[in-house]
């Protein structure tokens, strides 16, 4: 079955440090990849996705995430965080049955230190 | 662009009582939209693909006769939670997949129910 494995439940990570979120998928055929962010109490807002091509992709907000077959992951980067990036990101593979559904994982949430 | 919204932002209501929540895409058609159910500090969890002019596809342990879902328009799609329970009490978000971007799914802002 295809699932999404946030490794990480929750992240402290300095104001101003370089920042890399885990994800892994289990997924058979070739996956369309995503990754999301959710500030408290909000809806989700798309930072990038991944469905060919170029394996390191640029997304919104100076996020970026690298697409490696071999290790079936998905890892989400950003080289300098602010404050603002404190939230919850989940990573998604969609999946095909007819038509595109997502599956997310448990997520990871993000803390910014001073 | 791209943008989706729901309504309410949040409501509560008796037990027993019926809920309806609305999602719309702003600024582009969704033949498919998607309700998901989030509990504290938890993932999303797929509810239901909903369909424009058609049956929407529960995900298996989702009752359908309790959370009705309704896609009437290529804009709107709602859901209903009839004779709500404390139980259902939770963050509802909806999405709608945007036919010209290549499979992705733009997300609402969510709709927070309680049910006393």
């Known amino acids: 079955a295809q699932s999404v494995t946030q490794p990480d439940i929750h992240i402290t990570v300095s104001e101003g440090a370089s920042l890399e979120l885990r994800c892994n998928y289990s997924y058979g055929a070739t996956p369309y990849l995503f990754w999301y962010v959710q500030s408290p109490g909000q809806g989700l807002q798309l930072l990038l996705k991944y469905f060919s091509g170029d394996t390191l992709v640029q997304g919104i907000k100076g996020f970026e995430a690298e697409f490696k077959r071999s290790q079936s992951s998905f890892n989400l980067r950003k080289p300098s965080v602010h404050w603002s990036d404190a939230a919850e990101y989940f990573c998604a593979v969609g999946v095909n049955t007819g038509f595109q559904k997502l599956v997310f994982g448990t997520g990871t949430r993000l803390l910014v230190s001073p | 662009g791209a943008v989706v919204s729901q309504h309410p932002s949040r409501v509560i209501c008796k037990s027993g009582t019926s809920v309806k929540i609305e999602c719309r895409s702003l600024d582009f058609q969704a033949t498919t939209m998607f309700w998901y159910r989030q509990f504290p500090k938890q993932s999303l969890m797929l509810m239901a693909t909903s369909n424009e002019g058609s049956k929407a596809t529960y995900e298996q342990g989702v009752e359908k006769d309790k959370f009705l879902i309704n896609h009437a328009s290529l804009t709107l799609s709602t859901l209903t939670v009839t004779s709500a329970h404390p139980e259902d009490s939770s963050f509802y978000i909806c999405?709608?997949?945007?036919?010209?971007?290549?499979?992705?799914?733009?997300f609402g802002p969510g709709t927070r129910l309680l049910v006393l």
């Open positions: 999405s709608a997949r945007d036919l010209g971007g290549q499979e992705t799914q733009y």
